[in-house]
């Protein structure tokens, strides 16, 4: 900024001032903190000075009196160096920079790292982040895109810029942390650190869940693709109970502190239900209007036995869930928008709308009453932990299955806490709604950062009236009684009966679809067998260019064919999750290896050999899983009209 004896030139910027190259580069990228920064008044900018090799550093003072030194006095590029020299940039292609002062070490960081790092810059103070825009051209390093950069103390707002990084970061990032800046804000910090391992724990699990799971998904969605096509679209929902209040009932040992509440609340709130507490409810007199349920296992089906034949609860479920949960259920079906099932059936473009992808069926039960439209959303017996040292709420499924173990030796109670002792390699100390300590696991400790990743997004108000369980970040606790006194006094209106029922007559064109499938998933496995022996060839050849040059050429030829075949590799790919999770992890480590030349061409072959080999074997397992599923279309088209009836 130019001082001025005209106070209306106080701040005019010379043309070539770093900070309008910064600021038009911040604008393209993040606006939010581009607009945050340009607020700022000229007097919160720090003074510089500069240091003996020329470059500017600057010496602030502390709240108890002390100066520090942000950087070296005499060489501040030149310290910033040996702070990277510290660390494996070779090896990484994530970073945490803890503090930014004026960048050097953030500049130097995004130079020597691969063109594929991403570097997550922490820095509390927008002054400092201004001071250095002022005085530094960063522009290019902004423009680049690769470095992120979070300002507040907002835990949602750090896990929804992580979130599209969660697989870079189940690779392990690493941390640089700015001491100077650390001193000066150290509980911040301490703090944001915390919501880094909690962030590092929620990717873990959810690659880890996604891995494991990946291909009975595809299962499951294929086996239900008839239900899909047949039901009724989440659209006739949107907005339907718009500005009114949605209890959603889990079943957290909470739970029943105030089960009791729920009684006669369905006619003044919707009542959305997980599936492990439907049948419960319905024994109490309680009929939800909505139960969900995306757990792709068989045993969830238990949670749908013995319902009455006249339920009008309607199950909203993604079509990942195990298709017993379909057969059993006797109400109205609503199945969610996919991708993998849009692609199986493209033909018919029955674009259903989707939702959030939801951890549990809590997680899809908050989207269901946003989707519908509900201010308040209250929750109820969702603890997230073992409270009293308790797993569920009594009455639901699981007593079943303890049942033949229970004596007067061996209680409920006992065999809840035995389940929660078995897992205590996992156990983590969290605090409760009262500050509390009280544990709870890895698994449900993921959860709760969804949730609180969901919380800061959501334009409802969300009440906490479980009454228990852990501390959730983003919500008002308050008792369900009050909740009910101050939100729900006023009756519900009565629903359009819009309901479509399903029809066979939809399985000639499922079939027509899958058989399309079947035969670019044949065609996949073909390439995918000419294309091995042309990259063995390759790999043995890599020392001789001029061969190695025509049978890329010959390679080249079969991945345009893959190429035209990309929607159904793609659900291809969806049987063999980890082969993609490798890739990544080779495609990183070798973007960080720096190697070039021969070497990186050799490497670069193998990964390919190992992938088409993955290729072809899941092609030729996702030809196996159409064939099945076609055959018991075929079979359902045959048999007597019954529940699906025209």
């Given at each position: ?204 699990t959810s690659i880890t869940t996604l891995v494991m799971n990946s291909a009975k998904t595809a299962q499951n969605i ?263 006194e101050q939100f729900c006094s006023q009756p519900l209106p009565v629903p359009p009966l819009d309901y479509v029922a ?145």
């Amino acid at each position: 900024m130019i001082q001025s004896a005209d106070p209306s030139c106080r701040f005019a910027l010379a043309a070539d001032a770093p900070l309008l190259a910064n600021l038009a580069a911040l604008w393209t990228v993040n606006a939010a903190l581009a607009r945050t920064l340009e607020s700022l008044d000229e007097s919160a900018v720090y003074p510089v000075t500069p240091s003996r090799s020329g470059p500017p550093t600057v010496s602030l003072q502390t709240n108890d009196g002390r100066n520090i030194q942000l950087h070296s006095r005499h060489q501040p590029i030149e310290e910033a160096g040996r702070q990277i020299d510290r660390l494996s940039v070779s090896e990484k292609t994530f970073f945490y920079v803890l503090g930014f002062a004026l960048g050097y070490h953030v500049q130097l960081l995004w130079e020597r790292a691969c063109q594929e790092a991403v570097i997550l810059v922490i820095e509390p103070d927008p002054a400092m982040l201004l001071t250095a825009l002022l005085h530094r051209d960063m522009s290019a390093m902004i423009e680049s895109r690769r470095v992120l950069f979070f300002c507040t103390d907002d835990k949602s707002q750090l896990l929804a810029l992580l979130t599209p990084y969660s697989a870079m970061v189940t690779l392990g990032p690493q941390t640089l942390t700015h001491g100077p800046s650390v001193q000066r804000f150290a509980d911040y910090f301490a703090q944001v650190k915390i919501w880094l391992e909690e962030f590092a724990a929620f990717s873990n699990t959810s690659i880890t869940t996604l891995v494991m799971n990946s291909a009975k998904t595809a299962q499951n969605i294929a086996a239900n693709i008839f239900r899909y096509a047949a039901t009724a679209s989440l659209d006739r929902l949107k907005n339907r109970y718009a500005g009114l209040p949605a209890v959603i009932v889990s079943a957290g040992p909470s739970l029943r502190k105030n089960q009791h509440q729920l009684n006669g609340l369905s006619e003044n709130a919707v009542i959305v239900a997980v599936q492990t507490t439907l049948q419960p409810l319905l024994q109490m007199g309680v009929e939800p209007h909505f139960v969900t349920s995306l757990d792709y296992h068989e045993i969830c089906s238990r949670f749908f036995e013995k319902l009455p034949p006249t339920l009008r609860t309607e199950l909203v479920a993604e079509p990942k869930a195990t298709p017993g949960v379909f057969d059993l259920f006797p109400g109205p079906v609503t199945v969610i928008g996919n991708d993998f099932a849009e692609s199986l059936l493209r033909e018919m473009e029955l674009g259903k709308p989707k939702l959030t992808a939801g951890a549990t069926v809590a997680h899809l039960a908050f989207y269901v009453a946003e989707h519908l439209g509900c201010d308040p959303i209250i929750f109820v017996g969702q603890d997230l932990g073992f409270s009293d040292g308790l797993c569920y709420a009594p009455g639901t499924s699981y007593d079943d299955v303890w049942q033949p173990e229970l004596s007067r030796f061996c209680t409920l109670e006992m065999k809840q806490w035995e389940q929660i002792v078995r897992e205590r390699h996992i156990l983590r100390r969290i605090p409760d709604q009262q500050g509390r300590p009280m544990y709870t696991e890895e698994r449900l400790y993921t959860y709760l950062q969804q949730f609180e990743r969901d919380f800061g997004q959501s334009k409802a108000r969300i009440i906490d009236a479980t009454e228990g369980g852990a501390l959730k970040r983003g919500t008002l606790i308050m008792p369900l009684a009050q909740a009910i006194e101050q939100f729900c006094s006023q009756p519900l209106p009565v629903p359009p009966l819009d309901y479509v029922a399903q029809t066979v007559d939809l399985i000639p064109r499922c079939l027509q679809s899958l058989a399309l499938r079947q035969e670019e998933a044949v065609r996949i496995r073909e390439i995918a067998q000419q294309t091995l022996p042309l990259l063995e060839e390759a790999r043995d050849c890599v020392q001789d260019q001029a061969h190695l040059n025509r049978v890329i050429a010959e390679v080249d030829v079969l991945r345009a064919q893959m190429n035209e075949l990309g929607r159904t590799y793609d659900q291809v790919m969806q049987l063999t999750q980890e082969t993609e999770l490798k890739r990544f992890s080779r495609d990183r480590d070798l973007a960080a290896s720096g190697a070039d030349g021969v070497e990186r061409q050799r490497r670069q072959i193998t990964r390919d050999i190992e992938n088409v080999q993955a290729v072809r074997d899941a092609a030729r397992a996702f030809d196996s899983l159409v064939t099945q599923v076609m055959s018991t279309l075929s079979e359902q088209e045959e048999a007597p009209r019954g529940r699906y009836a025209a």
